[in-house]
């Protein structure tokens, strides 16, 4: 099987997932696991290559405008850890059927599936966009196992998530360093790149980065909280992702990148000392347990510093010990998770101090958690022991000053000293110290678990024992794991290497362990407690709710409904930047003489309109005015854009201005005619304010117009647009080719604008009274009678002065709906385009409105959500058309009937159906429906525009 056809099937397995559970149930797990022992079978071929050598390896070109690689490699190491994922993966599955409760249990299986797809994808990438891909893959999967676990496990996700959420970003810095150091993304190009010799200090900002990413994985001081804090997920979960998958993800991740790191010394000090300082102190932590199953976790996270350390040491007899001591980890410790999970399961607890003595009962699962507990405290004849000796082995080589080594082999060997004691603490506390009887347990009847339960959690436990005495069966795929990240070979495995001195540590270790072991009554009181003032979960929570007081603090400064409350910070700010961006470029570099030209007399005739415009809009005391003006703001900035040659960009500019003054009137309509005595404040802040800020944007405008050539992505669009694209109006193509993937995003904003207008004005209170009469404010006075017999015919009949607007539409809207089609079909090569269009459409609909003499929207119910739905989503589908020809988004061109076509056009239709859909949304929410929803109630009709007129005209 190559390495695609394993991640097609991976990938197809969550997709099958669903219909299995709904008819097999919990059962689902048996199918699982032979899936996974067939894949893992299937692979056994491509192994072979890889044990002679070779690596499999397969590439197809993902977004080839990035030279990203949608590539996947099987080495050495990436054999290691895919088996494990797949064997530990169908050996917890068939634990699974019969441990869970009777049900369909989709999500538990669903999310593990997809972890192992994560996983795999992780140690088979050989793309780095790939990697933190997967990696995220990984973590989002564990996330939602932990959180499926019930009430209890809500908060323990969501702080696993934030941690692991960390080590994301490190990596995502440390991925995009490479790529930008290295100039590629191909994973084995970028570790075999000789820029880490070349730059050290970039060498050792990649290094911390990844060291970190590994740390919140696998569980490394101060990032190890986490991992006790999981235990709240379901028992297969804690034995598949903390003990075999997720925590081995950081542990690949370290072994993967020490092929470039391992003689940083950054990188060596950093591993070392937190792998053994976590070991010891998860060491000491998972002494004081009374829960065997957060006694498990402490002991992982021990276990994986010892690995930790290993890696950072480096030399190759440090990388096999540390890859032996991943395969052993992952058998002892899956299966002694499963084994507390039986215990739990038989008795209805997993706390030591409500434990009866098990052994009689359960003579088989005390036998397998002997063994496994034999294998983590390093005892022969077991695999757990070899992996140990060379881990305390290699630390006599660590790098450094003489004394490094000796210290680094002591301080693992004291760690030992505490791992035989929790270890001794699992069986006697589980099986032999239990001071109850049997008939105290919450189950009536205790007794050995069923073979279901029973033999998928022993199998992993009991292969250390033969894969211990013939351990050099793992010799080629251990020598292939390490040679695939260090250039000399991997070391010679033996059960028996003779009187080292890691024997003789071995020794001491079980000397003091048994010593700890036989005090410990005398110690249980006093470990069994709180050892420090604060658990991290505590100075989590208490992180987080220091965060959430400090973004309260700073959404106070906003939340008062005055605009200024929330424009002026904004404001201030970049007043500040604009400022002193302009005084350091113009103090600190020579500023370039400005093009000639670039003064005209139109220029100064519309900024004196433009600044006319804004006193007025300023000055006004009446809404409808400010309206007025701001509108002939809008008016004045078209003609610029003009005048500039920006066609595009004026005729948007102008359609834009007219659509909003329109939809501003409307909402004006709700509102009082004038702004009141509060209108004009004699304050200065706003008017200094606005002075400081006109003059940092004038001075930047100033500094950045007309000073600098065309940059080198406006020459490429110039010259190689037309070519590339086969339309010439580059501002079109450049919206929906170079940088559809950008407009798409804005749709989609645009999309939840609309969706948004529905939603709020849909919380708006009716404002109508008992008897359903408009209110008062949106009324005529009964007293102020019209003088002008124009505005009392008006009143009279509300349609008579729309008939003429009326009549001219007859002419005006086939014509607007023929010019929206016109400026869609040529805006490939000249002004105009989606957008556009849908503009001039969106005028149409308009007029129609204000043509008629009642409210009543401008849409049947639905249509305009069903546009920008519709109009999103085929934005969407053309994306992933151009998958047919190499990535997303990628215009497909051609020609029909001697006309050229694009997939770009269709991306258009999807935003013209988007912009029209919201402009439709504006006119029925916020004039027809919101009006009437607010001011009518039944039987009473609608005001008309020309009440509403004669309303605001009596009112002012």
Same mark, same amino acid.
């Given at each position: 099987?190559?390495?695609?056809?394993?991640?097609?099937?991976?990938?197809?397995?969550?997709?099958?997932?669903?219909?299995?559970?709904?008819?097999?149930?919990?059962?689902?797990g048996?199918?699982?696991?032979?899936?996974?022992?067939?894949?893992?079978?299937?692979?056994?071929?491509?192994?072979?290559?890889?044990?002679?050598?070779?690596?499999?390896?397969w590439?197809?070109?993902?977004?080839?405008?990035?030279?990203?690689?949608?590539a996947?490699?099987?080495?050495?190491?990436?054999?290691?850890f895919?088996?494990?994922?797949?064997?530990?993966?169908?050996?917890?599955?068939a634990?699974?059927?019969?441990?869970?409760?009777?049900?369909?249990?989709?999500?538990?299986?669903?999310w593990?599936?997809v972890?192992?797809?994560?996983?795999?994808?992780?140690?088979?990438?050989?793309?780095?966009?790939?990697?933190?891909?997967?990696?995220?893959?990984?973590?989002?999967?564990?996330?939602?196992?932990?959180?499926?676990s019930?009430?209890?496990?809500?908060?323990?996700?969501?702080?696993?998530?934030?941690?692991?959420?960390?080590?994301?970003?490190?990596l995502?810095?440390?991925?995009?360093?490479?790529?930008?150091?290295?100039?590629?993304?191909?994973?084995?190009?970028?570790?075999?790149?000789?820029?880490?010799?070349?730059?050290?200090?970039?060498?050792?900002?990649?290094?911390?980065?990844?060291?970190?990413?590994?740390?919140?994985k696998?569980?490394?001081?101060?990032?190890?909280?986490?991992?006790?804090?999981?235990?709240?997920?379901?028992?297969?979960?804690?034995?598949?992702?903390?003990?075999?998958?997720?925590?081995?993800?950081?542990?690949?991740?370290?072994l993967?990148?020490?092929?470039?790191?391992?003689?940083?010394?950054?990188?060596?000090?950093?591993?070392?000392?937190?792998?053994?300082?976590t070991?010891?102190?998860?060491?000491?932590?998972?002494?004081?347990?009374?829960?065997?199953?957060?006694?498990?976790?402490?002991?992982?996270?021990?276990?994986?510093g010892?690995?930790?350390?290993?890696?950072?040491v480096g030399?190759?007899?440090?990388?096999?010990?540390?890859?032996?001591?991943?395969?052993a980890?992952?058998?002892?410790?899956s299966?002694?998770?499963?084994?507390?999970?039986?215990?739990?399961?038989?008795?209805?607890?997993?706390?030591?101090?409500r434990?009866?003595?098990?052994?009689?009962?359960?003579?088989?699962?005390?036998?397998?958690v002997?063994?496994?507990?034999?294998?983590?405290?390093?005892?022969?004849?077991l695999?757990?022991?070899?992996?140990?000796?060379?881990?305390?082995?290699?630390?006599?080589?660590?790098?450094?000053?003489?004394?490094?080594?000796?210290?680094?082999?002591?301080?693992?060997?004291?760690?030992?000293?505490?791992?035989?004691?929790?270890?001794?603490?699992?069986?006697?506390?589980?099986?032999?110290?239990?001071?109850?009887?049997?008939?105290d347990?919450?189950?009536p009847?205790?007794?050995?678990?069923?073979?279901?339960?029973?033999?998928?959690?022993?199998?992993?436990?009991?292969?250390?024992?033969?894969?211990?005495?013939?351990?050099?069966?793992?010799?080629?795929?251990?020598d292939?794991?390490?040679?695939?990240?260090?250039?000399?070979?991997?070391?010679?495995?033996?059960?028996?290497?003779g009187?080292?001195?890691?024997?003789?540590?071995?020794?001491?270790?079980?000397?003091?362990?048994?010593?700890?072991?036989?005090r410990?009554?005398?110690?249980?009181?006093?470990?069994?407690?709180?050892?420090?003032?604060?658990?991290?979960?505590?100075?989590?929570?208490?992180?987080?709710?220091?965060?959430?007081?400090?973004?309260?603090?700073?959404?106070?400064?906003?939340?008062?409904?005055?605009?200024?409350?929330?424009?002026g910070?904004?404001?201030?700010v970049?007043?500040?930047?604009?400022?002193?961006?302009?005084?350091?470029v113009?103090?600190?570099?020579?500023v370039?003489?400005?093009?000639?030209?670039?003064?005209?007399?139109?220029?100064?005739?519309?900024?004196?309109l433009?600044?006319?415009?804004?006193?007025?809009?300023?000055?006004?005391?009446?809404?409808?005015?400010a309206?007025?003006?701001?509108?002939?703001?809008?008016?004045?900035?078209?003609?610029?854009?003009?005048?500039?040659?920006?066609?595009?960009?004026g005729?948007?500019?102008?359609?834009?201005e007219?659509?909003?003054?329109?939809?501003?009137?409307?909402? &004006?309509?709700? #509102?009082? @005619?004038?702004f009141?005595? %509060?209108? /004009?404040?004699?304050?200065? *802040?706003?008017?200094?304010? !606005? +002075?400081?800020?006109?003059?940092?944007?004038?001075?930047?405008?100033?500094?950045?117009?007309?000073?600098?050539?065309?940059?080198?992505?406006?020459?490429?669009?110039?010259?190689?647009?037309?070519?590339?694209?086969?339309?010439d109006?580059?501002?079109?193509?450049?919206?929906?080719?170079?940088?559809?993937?950008?407009?798409?995003?804005?749709?989609?904003?645009?999309?939840?604008?609309?969706?948004?207008?529905?939603?709020?004005?849909?919380?708006?209170?009716?404002?109508?009274?008992?008897?359903?009469?408009?209110?008062?404010?949106?009324?005529?006075?009964?007293?102020?009678?019209?003088?002008?017999?124009?505005?009392?015919?008006?009143?009279?009949?509300?349609?008579?002065n729309?008939?003429?607007?009326?009549?001219?539409?007859?002419?005006?809207?086939?014509? &607007?709906?023929? #010019?929206? @089609?016109?400026?869609?079909? %040529?805006? /490939?090569?000249?002004?105009? *385009?989606?957008?556009?269009? !849908? +503009?001039?459409?969106?005028?149409?609909?308009?007029?129609?409105?204000?043509?008629?003499?009642?409210?009543?929207?401008?849409?049947?119910?639905?249509?305009h959500?069903?546009?920008?739905?519709?109009?999103?989503?085929?934005a969407?589908?053309?994306?992933?058309?151009?998958?047919?020809?190499?990535?997303?988004?990628?215009?497909?061109?051609?020609?029909?009937?001697?006309?050229?076509?694009?997939?770009?056009?269709?991306?258009?239709?999807?935003?013209?159906?988007?912009?029209?859909?919201l402009?439709?949304?504006?006119?029925?929410?916020?004039?027809?429906?919101?009006v009437?929803h607010?001011t009518?109630?039944?039987?009473?009709?609608?005001?008309?525009?020309?009440?509403?007129?004669s309303a605001?005209?009596?009112r002012?």
């Amino acid at each position: 099987m190559t390495v695609l056809l394993l991640l097609v099937a991976l990938a197809a397995v969550p997709v099958l997932v669903v219909p299995m559970t709904l008819a097999l149930g919990r059962r689902t797990g048996w199918v699982l696991a032979a899936v996974f022992l067939g894949l893992a079978a299937a692979l056994v071929p491509a192994g072979r290559d890889v044990l002679r050598g070779e690596e499999v390896t397969w590439s197809r070109a993902w977004v080839p405008q990035l030279d990203v690689d949608l590539a996947l490699r099987l080495d050495g190491l990436g054999l290691v850890f895919v088996m494990i994922a797949l064997v530990i993966g169908a050996a917890v599955l068939a634990y699974s059927a019969a441990y869970l409760s009777p049900g369909r249990q989709l999500g538990f299986y669903l999310w593990m599936t997809v972890f192992a797809l994560g996983m795999v994808g992780l140690v088979l990438a050989d793309d780095l966009v790939l990697v933190f891909l997967c990696w995220e893959i990984t973590s989002l999967a564990s996330f939602l196992l932990i959180a499926r676990s019930g009430s209890g496990g809500e908060a323990a996700s969501t702080r696993t998530l934030l941690i692991t959420f960390v080590g994301g970003l490190t990596l995502l810095v440390a991925v995009v360093l490479m790529i930008v150091a290295t100039g590629t993304t191909s994973l084995s190009e970028a570790l075999a790149s000789p820029v880490w010799q070349e730059n050290g200090a970039l060498t050792t900002t990649v290094a911390l980065l990844v060291a970190v990413s590994g740390f919140t994985k696998a569980a490394q001081f101060p990032f190890h909280p986490w991992l006790p804090d999981a235990m709240a997920a379901a028992t297969p979960v804690s034995a598949y992702l903390h003990a075999a998958a997720v925590v081995k993800a950081g542990i690949y991740l370290m072994l993967r990148f020490s092929e470039a790191f391992s003689s940083v010394p950054a990188w060596n000090a950093l591993l070392i000392t937190t792998g053994l300082f976590t070991a010891a102190m998860a060491a000491l932590f998972a002494l004081g347990q009374t829960d065997l199953k957060r006694l498990m976790a402490y002991s992982t996270v021990s276990q994986l510093g010892l690995i930790t350390a290993a890696i950072g040491v480096g030399t190759p007899k440090a990388l096999t010990a540390a890859v032996l001591h991943t395969i052993a980890h992952a058998l002892f410790k899956s299966g002694l998770f499963m084994m507390v999970g039986i215990v739990d399961h038989q008795t209805g607890t997993r706390d030591v101090r409500r434990l009866p003595p098990l052994w009689r009962v359960m003579p088989w699962s005390f036998a397998t958690v002997i063994a496994g507990a034999g294998a983590m405290a390093g005892l022969p004849p077991l695999l757990g022991f070899v992996s140990k000796e060379m881990v305390l082995g290699s630390m006599l080589d660590a790098p450094g000053p003489a004394w490094t080594g000796p210290v680094a082999f002591a301080a693992a060997a004291a760690g030992a000293v505490l791992t035989f004691a929790y270890c001794a603490k699992i069986v006697l506390g589980a099986f032999v110290d239990g001071e109850r009887e049997l008939e105290d347990c919450s189950v009536p009847e205790v007794r050995e678990a069923g073979p279901a339960l029973l033999v998928p959690a022993m199998l992993p436990i009991w292969a250390g024992l033969p894969l211990a005495l013939a351990v050099w069966v793992l010799d080629p795929p251990v020598d292939r794991a390490v040679s695939a990240i260090s250039d000399g070979g991997g070391y010679a495995l033996h059960l028996w290497h003779g009187i080292t001195p890691e024997l003789l540590a071995t020794a001491v270790v079980v000397l003091g362990g048994t010593l700890v072991v036989s005090r410990r009554r005398w110690l249980r009181p006093r470990l069994e407690r709180d050892l420090l003032p604060r658990s991290g979960v505590q100075l989590i929570e208490q992180a987080v709710r220091g965060a959430t007081r400090g973004g309260s603090w700073l959404a106070r400064l906003v939340t008062a409904d005055h605009p200024g409350r929330h424009v002026g910070p904004i404001l201030v700010v970049l007043t500040l930047l604009l400022g002193a961006g302009t005084l350091a470029v113009t103090l600190g570099t020579d500023v370039p003489a400005a093009q000639p030209d670039l003064g005209r007399p139109i220029d100064a005739a519309l900024l004196v309109l433009v600044a006319l415009g804004v006193a007025g809009v300023c000055l006004a005391q009446s809404r409808i005015a400010a309206t007025v003006y701001l509108g002939g703001v809008g008016i004045a900035v078209t003609v610029q854009l003009f005048a500039l040659g920006a066609p595009d960009v004026g005729l948007t500019q102008l359609m834009v201005e007219v659509l909003t003054v329109t939809v501003i009137m409307l909402v &004006l309509r709700g #509102l009082p @005619a004038g702004f009141g005595h %509060r209108r /004009h404040s004699r304050r200065p *802040g706003p008017v200094v304010l !606005a +002075l400081l800020l006109g003059a940092a944007a004038g001075g930047a405008t100033w500094l950045l117009t007309g000073r600098r050539e065309q940059s080198g992505p406006a020459r490429y669009f110039i010259d190689e647009g037309t070519e590339v694209t086969g339309g010439d109006n580059l501002v079109n193509v450049i919206l929906v080719e170079f940088r559809a993937l950008d407009t798409l995003g804005e749709l989609a904003v645009l999309g939840l604008a609309g969706v948004a207008i529905v939603a709020v004005l849909a919380t708006v209170p009716d404002r109508r009274s008992e008897d359903g009469a408009a209110p008062a404010e949106l009324r005529p006075s009964p007293d102020a009678a019209p003088q002008d017999p124009q505005a009392a015919r008006a009143l009279a009949d509300p349609a008579s002065n729309l008939r003429a607007m009326q009549l001219l539409l007859r002419l005006l809207t086939p014509g &607007l709906v023929l #010019l929206s @089609a016109l400026i869609f079909w %040529r805006g /490939h090569n000249e002004p105009g *385009g989606g957008f556009i269009a !849908a +503009l001039v459409a969106s005028a149409a609909v308009a007029l129609v409105y204000l043509a008629r003499p009642e409210d009543r929207p401008v849409a049947r119910p639905g249509l305009h959500l069903g546009l920008i739905a519709g109009g999103v989503l085929t934005a969407l589908g053309t994306g992933l058309i151009g998958y047919a020809h190499s990535s997303f988004l990628e215009p497909l061109h051609g020609y029909v009937g001697g006309v050229h076509v694009s997939t770009s056009m269709l991306f258009d239709v999807g935003v013209y159906a988007a912009v029209l859909g919201l402009v439709m949304v504006a006119f029925d929410r916020l004039g027809a429906a919101a009006v009437e929803h607010r001011t009518t109630g039944p039987g009473t009709p609608a005001p008309s525009h020309a009440e509403h007129a004669s309303a605001q005209e009596e009112r002012a």
